[in-house]
């Protein structure tokens, strides 16, 4: 790199007005996170400052904002394919909603988004967002790391995943430094680091992971697979086959989980105050005699026989 080597962007919108402080941001940022839509704030002011560098095939993002959260949606990824991961690193507390899950992490922490699924990165009300952001292209990622979502669970759990925040944080104070060299370099650590993060995480059962979801949300009479899919990031076929290998198909799997739940409630000790209808409600039924025909075929007694 030459010796002149510094941001390929920087600004600030600290003192714009209304909403021309988060247009300018979007346009400036758009190279480096491609794709990614920050929210308008509440407010018309949007003071932040950025910067973005080129670090050989892969490039960094520093960015400084108010409290907004930032998506990466079906339709963006529709207009703006892009299949790079990010590394996410941030002196201050974020949260990341990818692939149906969650994480909240603490400050220094880091986290893997894969920018062709839709994910959402989230902060705290009244923080600021210090963000780091390493894009890097799927050539360089090499070999085939773990799903993001296993990836983050064990990044969460600390070891490697201490080590890769510590290393973010390194490479972020070296590129303000204009290390060029060293910032290019540490590069090839951070990916090391996942590599050794993604070789200690058991290839995850996607289609295990969608059955739990579906058993969190039994009660809701409109779960089927466009909501499973939504929540996942993939398409209503995937989730089709994703059941049919397991030997059998959503709504089925579904049938049952809510007729075991419902038989549960009926078996259950506790005070029977609830009626059979309102267990067939809790439990997805939004008639209460579809429930009491499909009861009788699955256990050979009706409901209120097992009360």
């Known amino acids: 790199m030459a010796a002149e080597w510094g941001p390929t962007i920087q600004g600030s919108t600290?003192?714009?007005p209304g909403w021309s402080g988060h247009d300018l941001f979007c346009d400036a940022i758009a190279e480096v996170y491609v794709g990614v839509l920050p929210r308008r704030p509440e407010r018309p002011s949007f003071d932040a400052d950025f910067a973005t560098y080129d670090l050989g095939d892969a490039s960094l993002g520093?960015?400084?904002?108010?409290?907004?959260?930032?998506?990466?949606?079906?339709?963006?990824?529709?207009?703006v394919p892009d299949d790079a991961?990010?590394?996410?690193h941030s002196t201050t507390p974020w949260g990341l909603q990818q692939g149906g899950r969650e994480w909240a992490t603490g400050a220094a922490s880091a986290l893997v988004l894969d920018n062709a699924q839709p994910f959402t990165v989230t902060v705290g009300e009244n923080r600021r967002l210090r963000l780091s952001s390493l894009r890097v292209p799927q050539s360089l990622v090499g070999r085939r790391l773990a799903e993001p979502e296993a990836l983050n669970d064990a990044l969460s759990r600390g070891g490697v995943g201490a080590l890769l925040g510590t290393q973010m944080g390194m490479?972020?104070?070296?590129?303000?430094?204009r290390l060029a060299g060293a910032a290019t370099a540490m590069v090839d650590t951070v990916l090391e680091l996942l590599d050794a993060a993604s070789r200690g995480v058991a290839p995850p059962d996607r289609v295990a992971t969608m059955k739990a979801y579906v058993e969190s949300r039994l009660a809701d009479p409109r779960l089927g697979a466009a909501e499973v899919a939504r929540a996942f990031g993939c398409s209503v076929r995937t989730v089709h086959e994703q059941f049919g290998?397991?030997?059998?198909?959503?709504?089925?799997?579904?049938?049952?989980?809510?007729?075991?739940?419902?038989?549960?409630?009926?078996?259950?000790?506790?005070?029977?105050?609830?009626?059979?209808?309102?267990?067939?409600?809790?439990?997805?039924?939004?008639?209460?005699?579809?429930?009491?025909r499909a009861y009788r075929a699955r256990f050979g007694v009706s409901p209120a026989a097992d009360r």
Do not use: K
Request: glycine share 6%; aromatic share 6%; with cysteine.
């Open 14 to 16: 600290r003192g714009m």
């Open 62 to 79: 520093m960015i400084d904002t108010p409290a907004v959260w930032a998506d990466r949606t079906r339709s963006s990824i529709r207009h």
């Open 85 to 88: 991961l990010f590394i996410n």
């Open 171 to 177: 490479l972020a104070a070296a590129t303000r430094a």
């Open 245 to 292: 290998r397991d030997g059998t198909t959503l709504g089925s799997y579904l049938r049952a989980a809510r007729l075991d739940r419902a038989r549960q409630m009926l078996l259950a000790p506790a005070p029977r105050t609830r009626t059979i209808a309102a267990i067939a409600r809790e439990c997805g039924f939004a008639d209460v005699g579809t429930f009491r």
